[in-house]
């Protein structure tokens, strides 16, 4: 079955660049989404149509499409993007997400 | 403001059945496909329902393909999951969510409710 896998976690200190990968034989052709979790709190929004940025989601937020990756890159990385982040994205039965990825703010 | 709140959720012995309901608030609900996600216990997300903008189309995911049964009623801006035939592995913490561009189907998810906790337990 079609699966989309991000690496379990991340680390990076305050100010440095994270990326944050997710991998799938779909990905070329079909678009990824990117939500962040912070503990006890509902998903977000924070990358649609492999790059593009919501409304009111920081600019250090951004993401980029490379064959069967895509990849969340969070610039400038501040305490408070400490989270998990899925990806997502279509496959023939409706829809997935990765497994999530723990970002830590050293 | 968009708002989603979820209600419902309770502990359910396995086999047993339950009805999920979210609120909906902020936006013109019957333009809009709804989703349900759900998220066990300290795991991932996984897709679970969906809804058309104007209740001819669902889909579900196949672990609950039989099971739930998804519903809205676009006079009281509300959104339903029936659940039925409950097992354990049903636990999680159940999300509406609202479909990005009206009047059709995207599977982009924007925003998302607080979600509400089915446990499923003997």
């Known amino acids: 079955s079609y699966e989309l ?14 990326r944050i990968t997710c991998s799938g034989d779909a990905l070329p052709k079909q678009y990824a989404y990117w939500y ?8 977000v929004l924070v990358i ?6 919501p409304s009111g989601i920081p600019e250090r937020f951004s993401g980029s499409s490379s064959g069967t990756t895509v990849t969340l ?3 400038g990385v501040q305490a408070e993007d400490e989270a998990d982040y899925y990806c997502q994205s279509a496959d023939s039965s409706g829809t997935l997400f ?3 990825t723990k970002l830590t703010v050293l | 403001e968009v708002q989603l709140v979820e209600s419902g959720g309770v502990v359910v012995q396995p086999g047993g059945s339950l009805r999920l309901s979210c609120a909906a608030s902020g936006f013109t609900f019957d333009d809009y496909t709804m989703h349900w996600v759900r998220q066990a216990p300290g795991k991932g997300l996984e897709w679970v329902s969906l809804i058309s903008w104007d209740g001819g189309s669902t889909y579900y995911a196949d672990s609950v393909k039989g099971r739930f049964t998804i519903s809205r009623d676009n006079s009281k801006n509300s959104l339903y999951l029936q659940m039925n035939s409950l097992r354990t592995e049903d636990t999680a913490l159940y999300y509406c969510a609202k479909d990005v561009v009206p009047a ?4 982009w998810f924007d925003p998302w409710g607080q979600g509400t906790l089915v446990t499923v337990s003997s």
């Open chain 1, 36 to 43: 962040q979790q912070k503990p006890g709190q509902a998903p």
């Open chain 1, 98 to 100: 990765g497994g999530g």
């Open chain 2, 104 to 107: 059709e189907v995207h599977y």
């Open chain 1, 5 to 18: 896998t991000q690496p379990p976690s991340v680390s990076v200190s305050p100010g440095q660049t994270a």
């Open chain 1, 48 to 53: 649609y149509k492999d790059s593009e940025r």
């Open chain 1, 73 to 75: 890159t969070i610039s």
